[in-house]
């Protein structure tokens, strides 16, 4: 056998090898789950109410934050409506592959209580949760009461005439002033609006006597002279608002507000969500985000996925219980 013959079946030999590798090339290739180069296109990010609350700032201070730790970016999209039902229902529905999230608030554990919606805090992912504020009694600056005592003593005479706007039939600040209404034996006049921004708006307007929504959605108002706020209900005192008392200092033994975070649909693939925790994390420590927060008076309480679920867990006990014995049905 000459050398070129040798050489041809060395070739032939080692061809089965070749064929072995490159089949296991092609397998691994498309083994790749879709999560493997994600992002590759932009992230839309939910607002389930109206743009100019709490909420919708704190989602676009988010969604600029990400642009440094994502190759794509994030889009706003408001899905105002049923107290945030609507934009939530619509991101549950959505495929589970990270490219639709919702900034979800306390509200996902009190409207499956009321009846208000057909899912629950289990029918979503948490990624993390940004922000916590306490419920707040706001009037306007010309109104009559100059303390939470007045305010409340005028409710009881007048019985179900003071109107207290709020986001929405079974939204944190519906609740927030019927747990008031519980603790001090007053009826108020809840209206709902879709979202905090519209409240507030309505109660500059005149439309409304009041609204129960967190300092942060009042805090420009405030500063202007425009409205005033009688008591927030907290614990104690809250940065940047210190002359305003607290329930507790006042006797009425109520604690009460919202958190905000960002959540995927169920079942989205554990790389995604773990890429997204990475993207929350980051973000959340941006100084333009914090300070887009501290200029909005937004409490900053950041907590990851695992403590997140556990919080709305906690958080749906409590309301379901309160709901019980508030009597609050849809």
């Known amino acids: 056998m000459n050398i070129n013959s040798k050489r041809r079946l060395a070739v032939l030999a080692s061809l089965p090898a070749l064929f072995a590798v490159t089949a296991g090339l092609t397998v691994g290739a498309q083994a790749q789950t879709p999560a493997s180069n994600f992002p590759s296109r932009p992230v839309e990010l939910v607002v389930p109410f109206q743009p100019g609350g709490g ?3 704190l989602a676009r201070a988010f969604a600029d934050a990400s642009r440094k730790h994502m190759p794509q970016s994030m889009i706003i999209l ?3 409506g049923a107290s945030g039902a609507i934009g939530w229902q619509e991101v549950i529905n959505a495929k589970a592959d990270g490219y639709k999230l919702a900034v979800v608030t306390v509200e996902v554990t009190t409207l499956p209580h009321m009846g208000l919606a057909k899912f629950t805090y289990d029918d979503l992912s948490p990624i993390a949760r940004l922000n916590a504020d306490q419920a707040a009694i706001t009037v306007r600056a010309d109104a009559p009461w100059n303390t939470i005592e007045e305010y409340l003593a005028a409710a009881r005479k007048d019985s179900g005439k003071i109107g207290v706007g709020n986001a929405g039939n079974g939204s944190i600040w519906h609740l927030a002033a019927a747990a008031l209404e519980d603790k001090t034996n007053v009826k108020f006049n809840h ?3 879709q979202g905090a921004g519209p409240a507030v708006l309505a109660l500059l307007g005149g439309h409304v006597d009041s609204v129960a929504v967190s300092p942060a959605e009042v805090s420009t108002y405030l500063a202007a002279g425009k409205l005033k706020m009688l008591a927030v209900m907290a614990d104690q005192r809250i940065k940047g608002f210190e002359k305003v008392p607290t329930l507790k200092e006042r006797n009425i033994d109520l604690t009460i507000g919202t ?3 960002i959540a995927a649909p169920k079942n989205t693939p554990p ?3 773990a890429y997204l925790k990475t993207v929350a994390l980051k973000a959340s420590s941006e100084p333009a985000f914090r300070e887009v ?5 937004l409490g900053f309480a950041y907590a990851d996925d695992t403590a997140f679920k ?7 006990a409590y309301f379901k219980t309160l709901m019980a014995k508030l009597n609050i049905k849809n």
């Open 55 to 57: 909420t919708d700032a």
């Open 310 to 316: 556990a919080s709305m867990a906690k958080d749906s």
């Open 271 to 273: 790389e995604v969500v």
């Open 78 to 80: 408001n899905k105002p």
């Open 259 to 261: 958190w905000r975070g």
């Open 191 to 193: 209206i709902p609006f």
């Open 293 to 297: 927060l501290e200029k909005q008076n």
